[in-house]
């Protein structure tokens, strides 16, 4: 069996390092907000290039509370999507706005400073880009929209930890942004967890409320918050993680290379770069009209694979009354074309050889 991702080889590498920190904070009892998470917000926000990180317990978490903390309200519309996981638009609904999906670039696979200004009406207060599947999206052509129109930038970052453009990380670039920890992320923890992060003062104590309680002194409560705390024992891993994420990304951009590289001459259409961004490929995803036969064919041989997403948020039946038969042509074909192959960065050259060789066979036969 090939996974998708290779926790348990990642896993090896840091065991002695995480196991000790994990056995001090037990010693010690520091499970919440304690010197391990303050530890990993200062070292993630030296990273990410912003002022503040805020650990919350989760990426849609992070997501809703930074509309929260933002301003973003009951009737408000953001533009977002289609093409990504339904956190994304959750976060959205869970404040009472409403989400605007547009149609995504067909080889980036991300929405556009023209699919978004075209969407833009009078309730329009907020754009959430998602740097999907690790891509950056081109934030200074839709920073200048925003800034002529005067919205707020929310970035989705669950996918692209370590990803930049301009020499700028993603979520440093938006008035607020979230990051997801999930295992499977480049960089994940051992459960759930995610991060708020913004150069705002402001927003960052709304924040820091907000996921305890709404609360700044124990017991006194300024306003209506929830629990959405990243404990100290996840942080001990983050941190362990952090420390290696560029050579995490450097495994996972060779071994995409890689593929593409073999799978030049076959009738798919591998991953894009435009040469700006710098993509983490939190997944390899590439396009096939024969996308059922190869994922047969790898599933046949053991070999992890994927859909991402197969029914795109606007035609899912929990958003029929925000899109009244919204049509999205770019995000259709993709989702009907698209499959992602095993990605991390404990994928050794010959595994590469041997997916893409299962994937040659389906096109000889």
Known sequence: MIPMVNLKAQY?????????????????????????????????????????????ASGTDALHLALIAEGIKAG??????????????????????????????????????????????DKTTAVMPVHLFGLPVDMPAIQAVCAKHDLKIIEDCAQSFGASIDDKQTGSMGNASGYSFFPSKNLGAFGDGGLVV?????????????RNHGSNVRYYHDVIGFNSRLDDMQAVVLRAKLKRIDRYNDSRRHAAH????????LPVETPYEDGVG?????????????????????????????????????????????????????T??????????????????????EIVAIIRNVFED
């Open 198 to 210: 913004t150069n705002s003062d402001e927003t960052a104590d709304k924040l820091k409320q907000l």
């Open 258 to 265: 890689l593929y593409s590289e073999l799978m030049a001459d």
């Open 278 to 330: 710098v993509h983490v490929y939190h997944q390899y995803t590439l396009l096939s009209d024969r996308r059922d036969d190869i994922l047969k064919a790898l599933q046949d041989k053991g070999v992890g694979c994927a859909v991402y997403y197969p029914v795109p948020l606007h035609q899912q039946n929990v958003f029929k009354e925000d899109c009244a038969g919204q049509v999205l042509p770019e």
């Open 76 to 121: 408000d519309e953001v533009i977002t999507s289609a093409f990504t996981f339904i956190a994304t638009a959750e976060a959205i609904k869970y404040v009472g706005a409403i989400p605007v999906f547009v149609d995504v670039d067909p080889k980036t696979f991300n929405i556009t400073a023209a699919t978004i200004e075209a969407a833009i009406t």
């Open 12 to 56: 090896a590498e840091i065991k002695d390092e995480v196991e000790a920190g994990l056995a001090t904070t037990i010693e010690n009892c520091s499970f919440i907000l304690g010197p391990n998470v303050q530890g990993f917000e200062k070292e993630a926000a030296e990273y990410l290039g912003v002022k503040h990180a805020i650990g919350v």
């Open 332 to 353: 259709e074909a993709i989702a009907a074309r698209c499959i992602s192959l095993p990605i991390c960065s404990e994928l050794s050259d010959d595994t590469v050889r």
